[in-house]
Structure formats: structure tokens, C-alpha cells
């Protein structure tokens, strides 16, 4: 694992050696380096691990049944009306404490 680390290092390091050099040159440098080091990291016990992992995140992901259009528009309608009632609702709190204090104080 620290091979894989060290030649992402290296990877950047090249980027600001290769200073005067083409962009495309640099660049270049930089996903060798990130390849490299991909590679080897996944042949160590903690890199198939991560992989295993990712793997199992990305079959799980395609499982989501997504909401349809019409059920988005729905519920986008429901948030809107539940947001506009509340409002009105403290709206009316609001005016009643003043009220309620305003009276307590005698103003």
C-alpha cells in the first residue's frame, strides 16, 4: 500500500517537475502516477477490500427504484402546500403571543 501511495506522489511531483512542459505532458505524468498506484493498491488485502466494497455499493445503487415523474410532481405539490399551511399556522402563533403579550404589558 505504501508503493501505491508513493507513486501517486510521484505522480504529482512529476507534474511541477515537468514545469516548463507541455500541459499534455503533465497531465500525462499525473494519471500514470494515479494508474500505478490504483493498480497496486488493488492487489493489496485493504485495495480488494475497498473494490469489494465499491462493487457492492454500485449493485445496490442500481436496485433504487426512482420516482416517476408524476409521483416527483406530487410530492413537490404536497411539500409546497404543507410549507404554506405552516406558514399561515406560526403566521397566527406569532400574532397571538404579540397579542398575548402586548396584553400582559399593558401596552
Same mark, same amino acid.
Given at each position: 500500500?505504501?508503493?501505491?501511495?508513493?507513486?501517486?506522489?510521484? =505522480?504529482?511531483?512529476? %507534474?511541477?517537475? @515537468?514545469?516548463?512542459?507541455? $500541459?499534455?505532458? +503533465?497531465?500525462?505524468?499525473?494519471?500514470?502516477?494515479?494508474?500505478?498506484?490504483?493498480?497496486?493498491?488493488?492487489?493489496?488485502?485493504? =485495495?480488494?477490500?475497498? %473494490?469489494?466494497? @465499491?462493487?457492492?455499493?454500485i $449493485?445496490?445503487? +442500481?436496485?433504487?427504484?426512482?420516482?416517476?415523474?408524476?409521483?416527483?410532481?406530487?410530492?413537490?405539490?404536497?411539500?409546497?402546500v404543507?410549507?404554506?399551511?405552516?406558514?399561515?399556522? @406560526?403566521?397566527?402563533?406569532?400574532?397571538?403571543f404579540?397579542?398575548?403579550?402586548?396584553?400582559?404589558?399593558?401596552?
Amino acid at each position: 500500500m505504501s508503493a501505491a501511495i508513493l507513486l501517486f506522489i510521484l =505522480g504529482i511531483v512529476g %507534474f511541477y517537475v @515537468l514545469d516548463g512542459q507541455p $500541459l499534455v505532458l +503533465k497531465v500525462l505524468s499525473v494519471l500514470i502516477g494515479l494508474s500505478l498506484s490504483l493498480f497496486i493498491f488493488k492487489q493489496s488485502a485493504k =485495495g480488494e477490500e475497498l %473494490f469489494t466494497f @465499491l462493487n457492492s455499493v454500485i $449493485l445496490e445503487a +442500481k436496485k433504487v427504484v426512482w420516482p416517476t415523474r408524476k409521483e416527483t410532481v406530487q410530492m413537490t405539490i404536497v411539500v409546497f402546500v404543507v410549507v404554506v399551511l405552516m406558514s399561515i399556522f @406560526l403566521a397566527f402563533v406569532d400574532i397571538a403571543f404579540t397579542y398575548i403579550v402586548n396584553l400582559v404589558l399593558g401596552r
